[in-house]
C-alpha cells in the first residue's frame, strides 16, 4: 500500500487565490511528521512546512498552512495568495518514528498559478 | 556555499560504465540518504544510513551502493550503469531528534543520462 497519495496530477490557480493541495497518508505509527516539500522548475527541493503527528493546532507558515486531519489520515496544503512563483512540483512526505524516521514520498502535485 | 553538496551536477555515461555519485554535507548530521526522482513517480529511497556504521537499503537498491566514508560523505555507486537508471538523484541529510523527525535537507541533485 502506498504511504503517501497524492491523487492531483496537476492543479491551476488563478494569481492571489488560495489553492489546497491534497495527501493522504497511511501510517499505524502513532509517532510521525508531515512534510510538503516545493520543486521549482530549477530542480531542488525547498522544505515549506512540518505537522508532528501529536501537535494539536494546524502548522503555519507564512502563506502555506497545512491542513491536518488525523483522523482521516490527511494533511492538504493551503498556499493562500497564489503569485507566479509559487509555480512548482509540491511533494507531500511522511516519516515514522518506528522505521527509524525513513522518509516516504508522494507522486507530487504540479501547481500553476495563472496570471 | 550549500550545506549539501553534490557531485557531479549533470553526467552522461554510457551503459555498462561504473558511475559514482557523490555527496558531502557541512551539517553535522548523522542521517544520509539517497534518493531518485523519476517523472510521475516521485522521489524513491534507494539507500540510507544513520550513522558511519549503518547502512540500509531502500525500496530500490537493485543496482546500486552505497559507501559512507566519514559522517559528512556518503557516495552512491551504479557498478553497471543502465538506461533505465537515468534519473534525477539527490541526497539529503537529516538530524537525530528525540520523539520527532527532522526534515530532510536536500542536495541541489545530480541528473544523470546513461545512454
Known amino acids: 500500500a502506498q504511504k503517501i497519495t497524492q491523487t492531483q496530477p496537476g492543479m491551476f490557480v488563478q494569481e492571489k487565490e488560495a489553492v489546497t493541495l491534497d495527501c493522504t497518508y497511511d501510517t499505524s505509527d502513532p509517532s510521525y511528521g508531515l512534510f510538503w516539500y516545493k520543486q521549482p522548475s530549477s530542480g531542488e527541493m525547498i522544505f515549506l512546512i512540518y505537522?508532528?503527528?501529536?501537535?494539536?493546532q494546524n502548522a503555519t507558515e507564512g502563506r502555506y498552512s497545512l491542513n491536518f486531519q488525523k483522523a482521516r489520515k490527511s494533511a492538504n496544503l493551503v498556499i493562500s495568495a497564489s503569485q507566479l512563483g509559487d509555480s512548482a512540483m509540491y511533494f507531500c512526505a511522511m516519516s515514522e518514528t518506528n522505521t527509524g524516521n525513513q522518509f516516504y514520498f508522494g507522486t507530487g502535485t504540479s501547481l500553476t498559478v495563472i496570471p | 556555499d550549500a550545506d549539501v553538496t553534490q557531485t557531479p551536477r549533470n553526467r552522461i555515461t554510457k551503459t555498462g560504465k561504473r558511475i559514482m555519485l557523490e555527496c558531502s554535507q557541512t551539517?553535522?548530521?548523522?542521517?544520509m540518504y539517497w534518493y531518485r526522482q523519476d517523472p510521475g513517480l516521485g522521489l524513491r529511497l534507494i539507500y540510507y544510513s544513520f550513522d558511519v556504521k549503518d547502512i540500509n537499503k531502500g525500496e530500490i537498491s537493485d543496482g546500486y551502493s552505497v559507501s559512507r566514508q566519514a559522517q559528512a560523505k556518503f557516495s552512491l555507486s551504479l557498478e553497471s550503469a543502465i538506461p533505465n537508471q537515468t534519473a534525477l538523484y539527490f541526497c539529503a541529510t537529516s538530524e537525530r531528534l528525540a520523539g520527532a523527525p527532522g526534515e530532510l535537507f536536500f542536495g541541489e541533485g545530480s541528473r544523470l543520462t546513461v545512454l
Open positions: 505537522q508532528g503527528s501529536y501537535d494539536q
Open positions: 551539517k553535522g548530521h548523522d542521517r
